[in-house]
């Protein structure tokens, strides 16, 4: 089975631009969730969505929002970026409702400028 | 809320038993994960284990949980090179499938 593919995987843009990843998981996986790792804060949670409905949300502005598709596919959306947004944005998949496991794409390198 | 805290670094001799520990603040973690993250890499997941139980062996790792201390540690025996990376604990609380990091403890590993 293919793993967690995660497009692009490099973006550099500047800022007030808006920017979106995209996030395809493991076939069959119906569950996405989305992280941001940064030096300073650490790898911190966006959003998980699940059969298309957004399931839970962390603390994270307005600006930053999600979606997924009826074949599982998410994509993540930052507008009106920052220079603070720089990061690693990761994707992780999951079977279903009840997920034990996460498994992680290697993510997509934003750089603000 | 929760918090997870994990020591920064950690050096090992190629061969030597690497321990990383790990301790949460949330009672009600059902699960607690290890990952491994390289240079430039997502996170690989290495290992996790339930609440309900206080070890867990997977080839060269071995997990040890101690729910009344809230501390979990991973042991890696005969560590090879290939082994330096980025250790994360993470720990899922009930009914939710967020994790909660770590920041994340590097470990080195040389010949």
């Known amino acids: 089975k293919a793993g967690v593919t995660q497009t692009p995987r490099y973006l550099i843009k500047t800022r007030g631009q808006q920017v979106t990843l995209s996030c395809s998981p493991i076939?069959?996986?119906?569950?996405v969730s989305w992280y941001q790792q940064t030096p300073g804060q650490g790898l911190q949670f966006l959003f998980e969505?699940?059969?298309?409905?957004?399931?839970n949300k962390g603390n994270f502005p307005g600006r930053f929002s999600g979606r997924q598709f009826s074949n599982s596919r998410s994509e993540m959306n930052v507008s009106t970026l920052e220079l603070g947004d720089s990061a690693l944005y990761l994707c992780?998949?999951?079977?279903?409702?009840?997920?034990?496991?996460?498994?992680f794409g290697p993510g997509t390198r934003l750089t603000v400028l | 809320g929760e918090d997870v805290e994990q020591s920064l670094f950690l050096s090992v001799r190629e061969g030597d038993s690497s321990v990383i520990n790990c301790t949460y603040t949330?009672?009600?973690?059902?699960?607690l994960y290890w990952y491994k993250q390289e240079p430039g890499a997502g996170l690989q997941l290495l290992t996790y284990?339930?609440?309900?139980?206080d070890m867990k062996q997977d080839q060269r790792l071995t997990v040890l949980l101690n729910k009344k201390d809230k501390h979990l540690s991973l042991r890696i025996a005969d560590t090879q090179t290939g082994d330096s990376a980025i250790y994360f604990c993470?720990?899922?609380?009930?009914?939710?499938?967020?994790?909660?990091f770590g920041k994340g403890t590097m470990l080195l590993v040389s010949p």
């Open positions: 992780a998949s999951s079977p279903g409702q009840v997920n034990n496991e996460q498994f």
């Open positions: 076939s069959g996986h119906r569950s």
């Open positions: 969505y699940f059969s298309e409905t957004q399931r």
């Open positions: 949330d009672s009600s973690s059902t699960y």
């Open positions: 284990i339930f609440s309900n139980m």
């Open positions: 993470a720990e899922r609380s009930s009914g939710y499938s967020t994790l909660t």
